[in-house]
């Protein structure tokens, strides 16, 4: 039995949301979920205040009744309480599993840079509601149960990390940024410009010298501008890179979408739970 | 007689607003204005390829029979170019004066960082469009020519510079990017979200500490959300600053608008030209 915590970061979760994933589990014994009730809290663009968050998954993570933390909804805020949080965390926070991606990236490197627990970008809580929104739930559950069937089919033996291209590029050289050297940095975006695509790309590339490569994800919902930009995504990446002397690796298998892979962080979180 | 060449870094510049900006100052003899070609052409996103912009800027700035290099617009691209352009500037460039704002920020960074000319935060040609647009020419033709009338008023005894909030945030820590410790930070933006802009200033005031202080122009055009932020722009600014040790000095009066008032970087640019 896994016992699964699940807090809101950055913008809360519908209550439906929730409900469906309990339905999912109910009566099961391989997992446990509990739902915090800040999960459920609206204040502004974000459930909860910062302390109300903060408070949250410090709860979450610092309770030894919990084997792992996973998060219910990206949206924008996770990297006002960062900080604050992993200062705040204890022994049992450390040995803990974490998973989320989009905003919760600002946490997932957080943890990752002063190595508490076993962290992953992949599928949230809220996921439940895409179209094959329960495979990818059962993707999620199985990773934190010690599987890897749900894995990115191109991670290899380097460590690897894994982003929103947006969130790793208000990352890079923050007190939050862990150190990525040698290791694949596999990165995703949804409803940004290609142009805007382009000037995140400049800013990371500029940032990440010194990585294995880069791999480039899914970037969907991309919005029809005035004018064509003149290249296309892949084609992007692969110039910055260029520019850059990083090595453009290929595709990756993560996105804002159901089919949304996961990707352990490092090479210790990818194996069994302890 | 101030001899002026336009060209356009980023985006290109409609026709019209050139032959307004000409119209101006037909039969004067303070000011000669000469559009390069390249403001007009269209390529995808730009006003030409890369190698396109980047020679007619470099025809600008090495050309010894102009005094002055004045960007036509922003959009999104000059961080494309900028190295490469700083890097091929010649004795003739470094004799100039350079004036623009929005994307031309990557530029005028770039300039500023290798002790390039006299750069200042000003009004584009193309912002003759705007309603009084007439004014807000003449006020960059002023600092073009010497003049103080159209300074910021609130610049000390302190360098100071102003950028784009996204344009500034996508320089930090990039090879375009000046030192800016104990300089006044001056910085505006135009169609962005407040959650967008609360992110933005995080990356920000992490990459800033040693700075004098941050000044906040307008922040325009917000996009309505699906629910309030819960604060606004200057809480946003006076948040981060207060979170990382910055101080906040106030309002600026720059802005994506006519009345966008001119910074000259650093305090020698501030003088009549040499």
């Known amino acids: ?9 950055g913008k809360p979760l519908k209550r439906e949301r929730a409900d469906a994933v309990e339905a999912l589990v109910a009566g099961r014994d391989d997992v446990s979920l509990q739902f915090h009730d800040q999960c459920f809290v609206h204040a502004g663009h974000f459930a909860g205040s910062d302390d109300v968050r903060l408070a949250a998954l410090l709860e979450c993570a610092n309770d030894p ?6 998060f219910a909804m990206g949206g924008y805020g996770s990297n006002r309480i960062a900080a ?15 998973l989320g991606y989009s905003d919760t990236g600002f946490l997932l490197a957080a943890l990752y840079r002063h190595g508490i627990g076993r962290v992953a970008h992949g599928p949230l809580a809220g996921d439940i509601r895409r179209e094959g929104g329960t495979e990818t739930i059962e993707r999620a559950l199985d990773w934190l149960k010690g599987g890897e069937a749900g894995l990115e089919p191109h991670l290899d033996n380097h460590p690897a990390v894994a ?14 940024a862990p150190d990525l050297t040698g290791h694949v940095v596999m990165v995703e ?6 142009y805007a695509i382009d000037r995140l790309f400049f800013h990371l ?8 490569g880069l791999r480039l994800g899914r970037i969907s919902d991309v919005p029809e501008n005035d004018r064509p930009f003149g290249s296309d995504a892949e084609e992007i990446a692969e110039d910055w890179c260029a520019r850059s ?3 453009y690796l290929g595709r990756a298998d993560i996105g804002h979408d159901a089919a949304n892979k996961i990707v ?10 302890a």
């Open 264 to 273: 352990p962080f490092g090479l210790e979180a990818r194996g069994a739970r």
């Open 245 to 247: 002397g990083i090595p």
């Open 65 to 70: 009744g919990f084997d792992a933390v996973w």
């Open 163 to 176: 982003f929103n291209l947006t969130t790793l590029a208000m990352l890079v050289g923050t007190e939050l």
């Open 189 to 194: 975006e949804v409803a940004e410009h290609l």
């Open 84 to 98: 604050r949080a992993v200062a705040r965390m204890d022994a049992a926070a450390r040995g803990k599993s974490y």
């Open 1 to 9: 039995m896994v016992r699964i915590a699940i807090c809101a970061p």
């Open 205 to 212: 590339t500029q940032h990440l010298k010194g990585i294995a």
